[in-house]
């Protein structure tokens, strides 16, 4: 890495640590990390760090003018086109910004204010606790949320870990301002904070340098933080073995189908055991190939998902495991199936392939993080906040190589064993009789007790804690592939999307049979690109094993992707391997064989998909929004197909719909990363030759190039579905606009306006009136018109309330129209927000591919930001009035 890119390390006037990271970019990153999390909590705390993060992006002014907060700090940070959020977990909150590089120093000053000692107002104390319990409400309908909590608080039930973040809503109904503030002064002191900034920090001068830490000095040093000591809270220690049966959790739960999970206690981050467990929760659970998935999924069909990997945020963590099964009948099957994928790598160990596929992958984990000033900067605060060493990552790295197989079958004996395991199953309601003794039983029986096995003796490692504008190029082949370029020296990394025109609207509006029984192909089809080939010039081609091992053998990602317009797969990888992989993306793109047996195993996901849209009230609630809006446009459904659709969908309809689509002069080739122009003319050359014979084979299929608009309603539509949970969801919205229209900038600046932590929407509804902790505008731009709307989720009691706030909203924005300070923070926000959206290779691969393919004319960065500020607030009513006031409306309502 060029000596540029080395972090510096730094100390302000009161102690607190800085790291500044030089990053070449057009986006610039600020962290400050608060070393207090749900863990550092006492008994009638439950959930304060939480709430303390709630409660800071309050006006820091609120208390001493005695009136309520406006989203003040968001307001004027979303103005200078940043994004700021925060997150709190077991040992920290995290409070970031991301802005546009050159309103660095301005962002930091502003967001700065959140750190100065405050004290709360009672009326946003009050407030603020209802949006989490709004919040905590919505967990209790997730049935991903309900499973990993069980298993927390399974595993963990002295620890701290083993309470969620959140709180409980009996401590937070009793929560007084006074027991908030006396959290916060005991643990927002100094000694328990740091700053990590990445962007662009050095300039010819050092003059940026001085600047950005001039204002750090002036928010976060002695002058607003005085120097403290922390006081630490010693935690309960978990038991390294517990005696008798281990716990198994039956959860009755509004699902379509179980999960079962497991957890093994594993031991804290920087024991000497951990770079063996990361390597052997990654030989079970990584990817297609760990041995989990390969015997659930593949060889058994017990599976639709299977997945496992380590946790371990500081304090002691945690293995764990999950399977989706089709029904309640095959949960023990799966987990004595898992039990013996356990016990076989105990007995037998991995092979040297398994071990150098799970290393490059945790490897690459490191590279892929440099993608964005974001990520860099979340494993530095890590590095620096929670393990402090710097070095932990190259010592670790070492370390890994080190492990062999015998290591592997050391530290399996040692942790999974039912001494260490917990286990939770999550059933449908009516299935909740189902006991888990033979899950227990199983795995005393197939693991054996801790007291057989041998210890692994602790070795001493080498780790441990420290002492002390965007631009395209576009041309077409020879063929007609159009293809579309944009290098970055700077990257380690490449991305390459490959598209056509496809997806639910042409297989829809033009089947291969009918559209009732191709419903849901693009979908299959996507699933399935990437599980065999032909292979070239009869060379023989790969099956899913083969292609997966060259993928995950190199840390890569290849993946079809189907959506509402198109079709197509995105690799992304190392630039290291861009001759392998390169390769390996024209025989999949070209030579896809949809292989019988693999189209069977990804029909048993999708239908696994279709049956659990009812146990999300979201998706259910988009679902009815949808079939409610277009009832002749193929938009009114989900791109998943029906459980009656996918049943008619086998290999050679996917082939003909990939014959169909997939000519040259409908291919679009979008190529981000470190990747030459002699590199990609390279491969360039061979995909276009092998194209052009395959267009010549196939005769062309005439396919319509626009369809008809979905009518305009003829009076407003209502549709509700009551389910009896926590919360209701609720989706009020439109006809929306065509993705080539001209009026889609003043609707996505409406949006903005709308959206986000100062946005009208959130402020009115949430800030003011707690009516709500997910408030936000939605839409959908498409080839013809798609659809606009609001979506809100709160208490039942709420619903007619949150109904009408919406529109009150509105309408107000119609009548009076945006004042010139929101208009000015939307616009920059807009301009922000789409610098950051497009950091990574893979995300400007696949914009810059489907503005190509969809024939949007290309803007420069400079005609964007004309474009973007020569909107007026008489443009952005215009929107409003004829979008989401005039028309009638569509009201889908579940819960």
């Given at each position: 890495m060029p000596k540029n890119f080395q972090p510096e390390e730094l100390t302000l006037s009161n102690g607190i640590p800085l790291i500044l990271q030089h990053y070449e970019s057009p986006v610039a990153a600020t962290y400050w990390w608060v070393k207090t999390g749900s863990a550092d909590e006492g008994k009638g705390e439950e959930g304060f760090a939480h709430f303390l993060e709630h409660m800071l992006f309050k006006d820091a002014a609120a208390k001493e003018t005695g009136r309520a907060s406006t989203g003040q700090t968001a307001r004027a940070i979303e103005s200078l086109g940043g994004d700021i959020n925060a997150y709190t977990s077991f040992d920290q909150t995290v409070y970031h910004v991301t802005c546009a590089a050159h309103h660095w120093e301005?962002?930091?000053?502003?967001?700065?204010?959140?750190?100065?000692?405050?004290?709360?107002?009672?009326?946003?104390?009050?407030?603020?606790?209802?949006?989490?319990?709004?919040?905590?409400?919505?967990?209790?309908?997730?049935?991903?949320?309900?499973?990993?909590?069980?298993?927390?608080?399974?595993?963990?039930?002295?620890?701290?870990?083993?309470?969620?973040?959140i709180g409980y809503a009996k401590t937070l109904k009793a929560a007084k301002v006074g027991q908030l503030e006396a959290f916060y002064k005991r643990n927002y002191v100094s000694a328990k904070m740091g700053l990590v900034l990445v962007g662009p920090v050095q300039d010819a001068t050092g003059a940026r340098k001085k600047a950005i830490i001039r204002a750090l000095e002036k928010r976060f040093g002695q002058g607003v933080i005085p120097r403290r000591v922390a006081t630490v809270r010693p935690r309960p220690a978990e038991p390294e073995l517990r005696k008798g049966t281990p716990p198994v959790l039956v959860k009755g739960f509004d699902v379509?189908?179980?999960?079962?999970?497991?957890?093994?206690?594993?031991?804290?981050?920087?024991?000497?055991?951990?770079?063996?467990?990361?390597?052997l929760a990654g030989i079970l659970g990584m990817g297609e190939l760990g041995r989990l998935y390969q015997q659930l999924f593949y060889?058994?069909?017990?599976?639709?998902?299977?997945?496992?990997?380590?946790?371990?945020?500081?304090?002691?963590?945690?293995?764990?495991?999950?399977?989706?099964?089709?029904?309640?009948?095959?949960?023990?099957?799966?987990?004595?199936?898992?039990?013996?994928?356990?016990?076989?790598l105990r007995d037998e160990g991995p092979t040297e392939q398994e071990l150098a596929r799970v290393i490059v992958n945790i490897e690459s984990e490191r590279l892929y993080a440099t993608q964005t000033a974001d990520g860099l900067a979340g494993r530095l605060g890590f590095l620096k906040y929670i393990l402090g060493n710097m070095e932990f990552d190259r010592a670790y790295l070492e370390e890994l190589h080190l492990v062999d197989a015998a290591?592997?079958?050391?530290?399996?004996?040692?942790?999974?064993?039912?001494?260490?395991?917990?286990?939770?199953?999550?059933?449908?309601?009516?299935?909740?009789?189902?006991?888990?003794?033979?899950?227990?039983?199983?795995a005393a029986r197939i693991l054996g007790s801790a007291e057989l096995v041998r210890s692994a003796t602790p070795r001493k490692t080498a780790r441990g804690a420290a002492k002390g504008g965007l631009g395209a190029e576009t041309f077409t082949l020879p063929s007609g592939i159009k293809v579309v370029h944009f290098e970055r020296p700077q990257s380690h990394v490449f991305s390459v999307h490959a598209s056509v025109l496809g997806g639910l609207r042409l297989e829809l509006a033009h089947p291969v049979e009918s559209a009732a029984l191709d419903w849901g192909a693009s979908h299959l089809l996507a699933n399935t690109f990437n599980k065999g080939t032909r292979g070239f010039d009869g060379q023989g081609g790969?099956?899913?094993?083969?292609?997966a091992s060259i993928i995950e053998g190199h840390a890569s990602g290849l993946e079809g992707f189907s959506g509402r317009n198109s079709v197509g797969v995105q690799l992304t990888g190392l630039t290291r391997d861009w001759g392998t992989l390169s390769a390996l993306l024209s025989e999949v793109l070209l030579t896809a064989s949809f292989p019988d047996t693999e189209v069977d195993?990804?029909?048993?996901?999708?239908?696994?998909?279709?049956?659990?849209?009812?146990?999300?009230?979201?998706q259910l609630c988009s679902k009815l929004f949808l079939e409610?809006?277009?009832?002749?446009?193929?938009?009114?459904?989900?791109?998943?197909?029906?459980?009656?659709?996918?049943?008619?969908?086998?290999?050679?309809?996917?082939?003909?719909?990939?014959?169909?689509?997939?000519?040259?002069?409908?291919?679009?080739?979008?190529?981000?990363?470190?990747?030459?122009?002699?590199?990609?003319?390279?491969?360039?050359?061979?995909?276009?030759?092998?194209?052009?014979?395959?267009?010549?084979?196939?005769?062309?299929?005439?396919?319509?190039?626009?369809?008809?608009?979905?009518?305009?309603?003829?009076?407003?539509r209502w549709v509700e579905k009551s389910l009896g949970r926590e919360q209701v969801h609720i989706l009020v919205g439109g006809l929306g606009t065509r993705i080539f229209a001209e009026d889609r900038f003043a609707l996505r600046l409406l949006q903005t306006l709308l959206g986000g932590q100062s946005g009208r929407l959130f402020i009115e509804l949430r800030e003011k009136k707690s009516l709500a902790y997910t408030v936000a505008p939605v839409s959908f731009e498409g080839l013809e018109r798609g659809y606009v709307g609001t979506y809100i989720a709160c208490a039942p009691q709420k619903k007619?309330?949150?109904?009408?706030?919406?529109?009150?909203?509105?309408?107000?924005?119609?009548?009076?129209?945006?004042?010139?300070?929101?208009?000015?923070?939307?616009?920059?926000?807009?301009?922000?927000?789409?610098?950051?959206?497009?950091?990574?290779?893979?995300?400007?691969?696949?914009?810059?591919?489907?503005?190509?393919?969809?024939?949007?004319?290309?803007?420069?960065?400079?005609a964007l930001i004309r474009k973007i500020n020569s909107l007026t607030a008489r443009a952005v009513r215009d929107v409003c009035r004829d979008y989401l006031v005039t028309p009638h409306q569509v009201t889908a309502v579940v819960g």
């Open positions: 301005r962002v930091i000053d502003v967001f700065g204010l959140m750190a100065k000692p405050q004290r709360f107002l009672k009326d946003d104390f009050e407030r603020e606790r209802e949006v989490i319990l709004e919040e905590l409400r919505k967990n209790e309908d997730s049935p991903g949320r309900q499973l990993f909590q069980n298993l927390f608080t399974q595993t963990f039930r002295k620890h701290p870990y083993g309470r969620p973040v379509k189908t179980p999960t079962v999970s497991f957890s093994f206690r594993a031991p804290e981050l920087l024991h000497s055991d951990i770079p063996a467990l990361d390597l060889k058994t069909s017990i599976a639709t998902e299977v997945s496992g990997s380590l946790f371990v945020p500081k304090d002691p963590g945690m293995l764990y495991f999950e399977a989706e099964v089709p029904d309640v009948s095959k949960v023990n099957a799966a987990a004595e199936e898992i039990f013996k994928e356990m016990r076989r290591r592997i079958r050391e530290v399996v004996a040692k942790y999974l064993v039912p001494e260490r395991m917990s286990s939770v199953v999550l059933v449908p309601k009516n299935e909740s009789t189902f006991e888990g003794g033979e899950i227990a039983a199983a790969k099956d899913s094993r083969a292609i195993h990804s029909r048993r996901v999708v239908e696994d998909q279709i049956r659990g849209i009812e146990d999300h009230s979201s409610a809006l277009f009832e002749k446009h193929p938009y009114g459904k989900l791109t998943t197909g029906s459980l009656e659709s996918i049943q008619a969908i086998g290999s050679a309809k996917l082939a003909r719909f990939h014959q169909a689509w997939l000519r040259p002069e409908r291919l679009v080739l979008s190529v981000s990363g470190a990747i030459r122009r002699p590199m990609l003319d390279q491969w360039l050359a061979e995909i276009d030759a092998r194209a052009a014979a395959i267009g010549r084979e196939r005769p062309p299929v005439e396919l319509p190039v626009t369809l008809a608009d979905e009518p305009a309603l003829k009076g407003p007619d309330e949150a109904i009408a706030g919406i529109r009150a909203v509105l309408e107000k924005l119609v009548e009076k129209g945006p004042t010139p300070a929101e208009m000015a923070r939307a616009k920059e926000y807009l301009l922000g927000r789409r610098a950051m959206d497009l950091q990574s290779d893979s995300a400007l691969a696949s914009h810059y591919g489907l503005e190509a393919l969809y024939g949007i004319p290309p803007l420069d960065e400079a």
